[in-house]
């Protein structure tokens, strides 16, 4: 039998790149599918922005899987969006079991380029998002007996990410996060736990996002070499994390809870 037979997972930023990983990795394990997406322009990022098109296909490769797929437009900065977007979902498929939040942005900017802006939009979607997207949820994984949640941080969620003030301070932030979810929402059987990868393979590498990584090693060559894997890959796949996401969703993951997961191929002690 599958791994998540008979469960439901909500996952923000379905749209495509991670989010659209674990969407496909988790119904091909029976897991049916509620997903959020802004599927719009984001704030500020260098790199494309996910589109309707985009959350469109991610419907058809989870249906593809035989799952079911209730995917909508959301801005997770919306907690009465996402809170009605999560009902309409378990009204439909029944419950809910598996927790991914995932949805952030990343801005380079030297520590001088940062704006109230940037710094406000980074946090308000990486750190006051995934605070909604749980908030949003979890009643009904208490409902459902118990749950899993996954939070998406980073390798800056652990050492840093040079010329990124904001976007490691909100990385840092998830993890406190998690631990003071998993202390209170433990005694329902609610487990939290953190996934961190390094580099990854995905659409946020699109657009003028090197580019400008490239311009803000300048300011300081020093920390460019940061980052770097113990292994001769570099950087993830997508698929690589949903495989780490999809055991934190299982039930072989039953007595883990406020860790820290990295997929990061050893980057974090480089």
């Known amino acids: 039998m599958a ?8 996952i923000t930023g379905v749209a495509r790149g991670q989010g659209r990983a674990h969407a496909v990795r988790l119904a091909s394990e029976g897991a049916q599918i509620i997903g959020v997406d802004l599927a719009g322009p984001l704030p500020g990022v260098p790199y494309d922005s996910a589109t309707e098109e985009d ?12 799952a079911r797929a209730i995917l909508t437009r959301c801005d997770t900065r919306d907690l009465d969006g996402l809170t009605v977007a999560v009902a309409d979902g378990v009204a439909a498929l029944g419950g ?43 009643q009904h994984l208490i409902a459902r007996g ?7 941080s980073s390798l800056a969620g652990k050492k840093l990410q040079p010329f990124m003030v904001h976007y490691t301070t909100s990385k840092h932030a998830l993890v406190g996060m998690s631990r003071a979810f998993a202390a209170e929402l433990g005694r329902h059987n609610i487990r939290v736990n953190t996934v961190h990868p390094g580099a990854a393979i995905t659409p946020m590498g699109s657009g003028q996002m090197v ?21 001769n890959q570099f950087a993830a796949e997508a698929e690589e994390v949903a495989n780490v996401v999809a055991f ?21 002690h480089f």
Do not use: H, Y
Request: some cysteine.
């Open 211 to 231: 580019a400008r990584i490239e311009q803000t090693n300048q300011a300081n060559p020093r920390l460019a070499g940061m980052g770097m894997t113990f292994l």
């Open 3 to 10: 791994r998540l037979a008979g469960k439901v997972a909500f």
């Open 146 to 152: 118990g749950g899993s949640v996954i939070l998406t």
């Open 96 to 138: 809910l079991d598996v927790v991914v939040a995932n949805a952030g942005i990343c801005i380079p900017q030297t520590w001088d380029e940062v704006t109230p802006r940037s710094f406000a939009d980074t946090i308000d979607i990486n750190v006051t998002g995934v605070w909604n997207t749980v908030t949003a949820s979890a």
């Open 248 to 268: 934190l969703a299982s039930d072989e993951s039953a007595f883990i809870t406020a860790e820290e997961i990295s997929i990061d191929g050893g980057a974090q």
């Open 55 to 66: 959350l469109a296909q991610t419907r058809r490769l989870v249906e593809e899987q035989g």
